[in-house]
């Protein structure tokens, strides 16, 4: 088969990432569940062949990947959908995993985003953070928040990514919307020239480094609001791992810099329903005095609790989410366990 049909098909089946890898069926994850989209083993030569395919709808330069032994890209398919593309080699063979991005930006409700995480987007200034694990929806998350103020205010959104997932229009705000490597080397490079290019909101695709941490944290301070991303998982680990990428001698002055300009986590995980499928869990923390003086005090521990008891109150804690949709019969008492930050507590409390 062709990439194109191959796409085609796991479109049409409603999956999410494709996998082409050398000997193993092309496979499509579809609501958490594993689906071949070929009959047959495919062999290295044809892995090669399918990835060649993508790099050729996407006007790329295939070097790239021989050269670094890894890629990330997008491309789209007329009429179907766009994709995001991380090829790489493995074991001397060529392969890839493409993320299927729907035409369009999704409609956060029917996606199940707390109205709490889309009125986070009233901050003016400050740091927006969006964690979770790979594949759990975060990019998806941050076009919505991106979306709600392109259509509600005035102002220059700037967005650095890598690739490109979903495309803006100018509405309310103009968008300018930047590519890495495609269109700047670095994130941390676009970052440092977005701060000259007069933005009103900021969008890092992710947070990957000290140097792109640190000017990001720099450009809250200074009056604008920018959203990111980080492969973490809830909030106190966010601001653990923030902080832990600095060197020590540093790290008591990030902690008071962190304090003043983070707004907001939001964690977010998908975990399996009762019935099949997937659905999206939201922890939201908020940056209150008292979480604001955790973080200067170095008492991260203690964010877990002061989510919880703020829990209606500007906050979601995860095992409040995951205890009320046990509750409702959408997920069992061992998936509320298995994806709990206390599985002790939330077990008295089921």
């Known amino acids: ?68 032994g890894d890629d990330d890209f997008s491309f789209a398919l007329a009429g179907l959908s ?15 995993t493409c993320r299927m991005v729907a035409f369009g930006l999704p409609d956060p409700r029917s996606l199940g985003i707390p109205d709490l995480v889309m009125e986070l987007t009233k901050n003016l200034n400050g740091m927006i953070l969006v964690t979770g694990p790979a594949g759990s929806g975060k990019s998806t998350t941050l076009a919505c928040m991106v979306d709600r103020i392109n259509t509600t205010r005035h102002g220059h959104i700037v967005t650095i990514e890598d690739p490109i997932e979903y495309i803006h229009n100018h509405r309310q705000s103009l ?6 490597p495609n269109d700047v080397p670095t994130f941390a490079r676009a970052l440092r020239a977005a701060l000259r290019q007069a933005p009103d909101v900021i969008l890092l695709g992710e947070m990957r480094d000290l140097e ?16 990111s991303s980080l492969h973490t998982t809830g909030a106190s680990k966010t601001v653990d791992r923030i902080l832990d990428t600095f060197p020590a001698e540093q790290q008591a002055q990030v902690r008071m810099q962190l304090s003043m300009v983070l707004r907001a986590v939001v964690s977010q995980r998908l975990v399996p329903k009762k019935e099949g499928g997937q659905i999206a869990v939201f922890e939201v923390m908020t940056v209150n005095p008292a979480v604001q003086n955790l973080i200067r005090d170095g008492r991260t521990h203690q964010i877990d609790n002061a989510i ?4 209606g109150q500007g906050m979601i804690s995860m095992d409040g989410e995951l205890q009320r949709l046990y509750r409702a019969g959408t997920i069992t008492r061992e998936v509320a366990l298995t994806y709990a930050v206390n599985p002790e507590t939330l077990a008295k409390r089921l």
Do not use: W
């Open 1 to 68: 088969m062709e990439l194109r049909e191959l796409l085609r098909k796991a479109y049409e089946l409603g999956g999410s990432d494709i996998f082409i890898i050398p000997g193993a069926h092309v496979t499509c994850k579809v609501k958490g569940d594993m689906k071949h989209l070929t009959d047959e083993i495919v062999k290295p030569s044809g892995t090669e062949a399918l990835v060649r395919e993508a790099y050729e709808m996407a006007h790329r330069d295939i070097g790239k990947l021989y050269e670094d």
């Open 82 to 96: 766009r994709f995001r593309c991380n090829a790489y080699v493995q074991r001397g063979t060529i392969a890839a």
């Open 175 to 180: 968008v300018s919307q930047r590519d890495v």
């Open 212 to 227: 792109s941490i640190r000017i990001a944290i720099t450009a809250a301070e200074t009056g604008h609001l920018l959203l």
């Open 308 to 311: 919880f008891g703020g829990a």
